[in-house]
């Protein structure tokens, strides 16, 4: 090394921990690269050790070594290590990590594997010092895999043990799960969402009892086969996966773990089915509302109240912050609609659109009609032309018969798209006339629709779902051609900004709700 050229180094020592018995130690790596600086007159200004895996260079130490080097720019010169899988252990994250140091003046170096890289050919070494730590990662990895496909084999639970559980040694020293302090607990859990209860509930219920868990987690661990005893191996390549006995003591039986399974595969299979499952007329916004406070979907369902009259609410059944009385909600929608209906000027212009998109408009068809003629007259002529050029002799009757016919196409095609059927124009037009009045009519045609037609109308208003808070609704957007319709009343600028009228407004946000009560009968 040219001492006179690199004066300023950082040290690095790191190993991971199943190195610590391969005589990696920390101390020995500092120690050689302490005597290698002493015999070069480097001068040591940082020092930095690792404990962490090098597969990538997310680790703690190395990212406070970059943020003091970024800080203190010019002031090391050389990253000094004893070999190349000390920097690192995947050829692209070193490759990557050596171009950012090289644009901060830094030079890593390896002090067991030194390289010049001035020449050429050292890059392919260090290409190859970098790639077989990786290699030798993946191999090692690939016998992690099989050790642990061949415990699974053997009934044992080769992952950290789920809840309830703790791993453990038997007699052989070799692992195994053996119950803890939350058995119990999850024995509980089984048994209640086997007997109907709700994960929420269950999931409350463990809270209250001292366990701590998520509602996902909950459903990951009913659905685990651990819990009656047995260990799932997973497929892999042309073996298919399995279920062993395993070791472990199970903590329900089998009968109990299968009714689970049945009551979650039931729950997924209602949850895939589109829209809501059950239409009730006095809640037409069910499954089309969202939480104003947590943002899921709005269930609704009834209740009795005092003097045994029935009374109908949307709820949130996951934050249960949010309760709305149906009745108001439903005539808020209905108020909102009254405002969305087109007007007959925006009518007209609608109508107007439509038809000259689809040529019905009078000068449309007037213009057709006239290059229809235009294009058959010198078809005609066309034919004309050959005729005389047969008589002539300039052609014969093969080629006068090919071009003949190839001019008949021409003309029967051009008259087939061009003309206009008038019963058939008559029929759009009564569309266009059908779409339009129910535009013009869209709250009253609401409000006279059934359950479902109420549900399919707003899907077609309102793309995304709407937030109601109790004073105003909001949505991300509103149908695109709903949306420019009502430009020429509400105002261009309005609508730019998402302010349709006072009572809806384009915007996902719902400002929280204070604490006066919303709707109460």
């Not at 300039?394 to 003309?411: H, V």
Request: net charge positive; aromatic share 6%.
């Amino acid at each position: 090394m040219n001492t006179t050229i690199i004066r300023r180094a950082a040290i690095m020592s790191r190993v991971s921990s199943d190195e610590q018995a391969k005589g990696y130690s920390l101390n020995v790596q500092e120690e050689s690269l302490i005597k290698h600086c002493e015999k070069n007159g480097v001068e040591i200004v940082y020092t930095f050790k690792e404990d962490h895996s090098a597969k990538t260079f997310e680790r703690p130490a190395f990212k406070q070594f970059l943020a003091h080097i970024k800080k203190n720019r010019g002031t090391i010169d050389i990253l000094l290590f004893t070999s190349w899988d000390r920097f690192s252990r995947n050829i692209t994250e070193s490759l990557l990590m050596i171009r950012k140091l090289h644009s901060m003046g830094i030079v890593p170096h390896a002090i067991e594997q030194p390289l010049d890289m001035s020449v050429p050919e050292n890059k392919m070494m260090l290409a190859m010092y970098l790639t077989l730590p990786e290699i030798d990662n993946d191999r090692r990895s690939i016998k992690v895999r099989g050790g642990m496909r061949a415990a699974a084999k053997a009934g044992r639970y080769p992952n950290s043990a789920p809840v309830g559980y703790r791993n453990a040694r038997d007699e052989n020293n070799k692992p195994v799960i053996i119950p803890d302090e939350n058995a119990e607990l999850m024995r509980f859990a089984f048994h209640a969402f086997s007997n109907g209860m709700r994960q929420s509930d269950i999931k409350d219920a463990l809270r209250k009892k001292g366990l701590k868990i998520i509602a996902s987690n909950l459903s990951k661990q009913l659905r685990n086969p651990v819990y009656m005893g047995k260990i799932r191996v997973k497929a892999e390549g042309s073996e298919p996966e399995i279920l062993v006995d395993g070791l472990h003591e199970p903590l329900v039986t089998q009968h109990t773990f299968d009714r689970v399974q049945e009551l979650l595969e039931k729950g997924c299979t209602l949850r895939n089915r589109p829209g809501v499952t059950k239409r009730r007329d006095e809640l037409p916004l069910r499954g089309i509302l969202s939480c104003p406070e947590c943002g899921e979907n709005m269930t609704g369902s009834s209740s009795r109240g005092k003097l045994g009259g029935i009374y109908h609410y949307y709820h949130c059944n996951r934050c249960r912050k949010s309760r709305f009385r149906a009745e108001a909600a439903n005539s808020f929608i209905e108020n909102i609609l009254d405002e969305l209906k087109f007007s007959p000027k925006v009518s007209a212009i609608f109508e107007s659109i439509v038809r000259e998109k689809l040529n019905l408009s009078k000068m449309n068809m007037a213009n057709r009609n006239v290059t229809n003629l235009t294009n058959q007259r010198t078809l005609n002529d066309r034919v004309k032309k050959l005729q005389d050029m047969l008589l002539d002799g300039k052609i014969s009757g093969e080629d006068y018969a090919q071009m003949r016919s190839r001019l008949n196409n021409e003309l029967k095609e051009m008259t087939s798209q061009n003309s206009v059927n008038p019963k058939e124009s008559q029929e759009i037009g009564n569309s266009i006339k059908k779409c339009i009045h129910v535009l013009e009519n869209l709250p009253q045609l609401y409000r006279d629709a059934d359950t479902e037609k109420k549900q399919r109308l707003l899907g077609s208003i309102f793309p995304e779902k709407i937030t109601f808070d109790g004073k105003k609704c909001r949505t991300p957007r509103l149908n695109s051609v709903l949306l420019l319709s009502l430009a020429p009343d509400k105002g261009f600028r309005k609508i730019k900004r998402g302010q349709l009228n006072q009572k809806l407004e384009l915007s996902s946000k719902v400002a929280r709700r204070g604490i006066e009560p919303l709707f109460t009968e």
